[in-house]
């Protein structure tokens, strides 16, 4: 069935260093991929997306790239900062009416300062 | 604009016992999403509506969960009986027609004695 692979599960990095959350997904007909923060006893909150006909979109320090041939996708936040700490969930859509999303499960990101 | 908005925050109930889950959406969402994250695993869906309708109950886990939405408004989710394992954060989202961006609430916190 529909499922997404997330890793790591837990990402402790310095600050000012980058982090990458690296995500694989079953179906090859997944078009969106959305990656949302939650911080802790917060709602999950949209951070970036991209679609399956681009290969890389970026937002100040947060990027995502997609590799629609290995079915992967990643994000990379640069000069990490304390507020980055949080659990990232990646999830990818798949193209019916509903835009339902099938969720990784999660990495907990600790930035030290 | 009100967010997503969920209650309530928390709720403690014991084995065999009913609870309701409310949701109310942004005003003018047509789509209304329920998710569960279990024991810190993966975001899960449970169901779909747009408006009234059920679009997609596939990641409904048994018949002991009900949801509705009279009126395309607001939402319940009704858990009878409770079991140990219906344990988790329930969240729901809305969004706008076509749209594949969602609003997260901020959950309800549900843990079965």
């Known amino acids: 069935g529909e499922n997404v692979e997330q890793h790591p599960s837990t990402l402790s990095v310095q600050e000012g260093d980058s982090a990458v959350i690296k995500c694989t997904y079953s179906d090859s007909a997944s078009n969106y991929f959305p990656w949302y923060k939650q911080e802790l006893g917060k709602r999950p909150q949209l951070i970036i997306d991209?679609?399956?006909?681009?290969g890389e979109k970026k937002d100040q320090r947060i990027a995502v790239t997609l590799n629609k041939t290995a079915k992967h996708f990643s994000l990379h936040i640069t000069e990490t900062q304390p507020e980055d700490s949080a659990v990232y969930f990646c999830?990818?859509?798949?193209?019916?009416?509903?835009?339902?999303?099938?969720f990784g499960s999660g990495t907990r990101l600790l930035v030290r300062p | 604009e009100a967010g997503v908005t969920q209650f309530p925050s928390h709720s403690v109930i014991e084995k065999g016992q009913t609870v309701t889950l409310r949701c109310d959406p942004i005003s003018g969402h047509d789509n209304l999403y329920w998710y569960r994250r279990v024991m810190g695993k993966e975001i899960k869906f449970l169901l779909h509506?747009?408006?009234?309708?059920?679009?997609?109950e596939s990641g409904m886990p048994n018949n002991r969960f009900l949801a509705e939405r009279t009126g395309g408004t607001y939402s319940t989710l009704k858990v009878q009986p409770a079991e140990l394992e219906d344990s988790g954060v329930y969240f729901c989202?809305?969004?706008?027609?076509?749209?594949?961006?969602?609003?997260f609430g901020s959950g309800t916190r549900l843990t079965v004695v």
């Open positions: 999830a990818a859509s798949f193209p019916d009416s509903s835009y339902k999303l099938i």
């Open positions: 991209i679609r399956s006909n681009v």
């Open positions: 989202a809305s969004s706008h027609a076509g749209s594949s961006g969602y609003t």
């Open positions: 509506f747009v408006k009234e309708s059920k679009q997609d």
